[in-house]
């Protein structure tokens, strides 16, 4: 990890980059004007040069801002671009092997289960992305926890937990009342016309639910 973090702090607004929406430098540097406070590179489908080129540029834009870096599922590119962590699903390489490759990364695992999210936890994983929350056009196919299956998840496990899954700005108050630690968005911010300014609404709607409970 290239800088110190409270981690639990910067997992409050993470967004997450899709160029089916909107251009990834583009989307970031929108996202965190707008607030952001942790940015996940997912790219599915483009070369392993082209990946280290994008993330090169994010890392420089998330360093000038002191936002938290993520690259999901490819540790090799986190490792190249000097990200301060990966993001793994569960088809992704093992938990265990990521740790032994890059003890320094700071790990976060998908979890659609209290099973995964046990396993997650057991295998030291440094926070959770625990969904679908809602149905979520960007996945078609992802298995849906609903807010039943995140508030035991919470429950249970004592490492930081993230909400991820069709969340958006008429749904986030419901999502935190969970106790969830921090949301994941995609469409709700890189899909939306003015992207700062989707940010910026959802920074608030967090920052407004945080300020009356913490």
Do not use: C, W
């Not at 360093?63 to 569960?90: K, M, S, T």
């Not at 976060?108 to 679908?132: F, M, P, Q, T, W």
């Not at 700005?169 to 949301?183: A, E, P, T």
């Amino acid at each position: 990890m290239s800088q110190k973090f409270d981690l639990e702090e910067k997992l409050r607004f993470y967004v997450i980059t899709d160029r089916r929406m909107s251009n990834e430098v583009k989307s970031v540097r929108l996202a965190i004007g707008g607030g952001a406070t942790a940015i996940q590179l997912r790219i599915k489908d483009a070369s392993t040069r082209e990946m280290v080129n994008v993330g090169t540029e994010i890392r420089k834009i998330t360093r000038d801002f002191n936002v938290l870096f993520i690259v999901d599922d490819r540790v090799d590119v986190a490792l190249a671009v000097e990200a301060d962590g990966v993001h793994v699903g569960q088809d992704d390489m093992p938990l265990k092997m990521v740790k032994r490759i890059a003890p320094n990364l700071i790990v976060g695992v998908s979890a659609s289960s209290l099973r995964e999210a046990i396993e997650a936890e057991k295998g030291d994983a440094d926070y959770i992305g625990a969904g679908a929350i809602f149905p979520t056009a960007t996945k078609s196919d992802a298995k849906i926890l609903g807010l039943v299956g995140l508030k035991t998840i919470i429950s249970t496990v004592k490492i930081p937990v993230i909400a991820i899954g069709g969340l958006n700005h008429q749904n986030v108050v419901k999502v935190l009342k969970s106790g969830v630690d921090g949301i994941a968005a995609v469409s709700a911010i890189v899909g939306a016309s003015d992207i700062r300014e989707s940010a910026s609404r959802m920074r608030t709607l967090i920052d407004n639910y945080f300020r009356k409970t913490r």
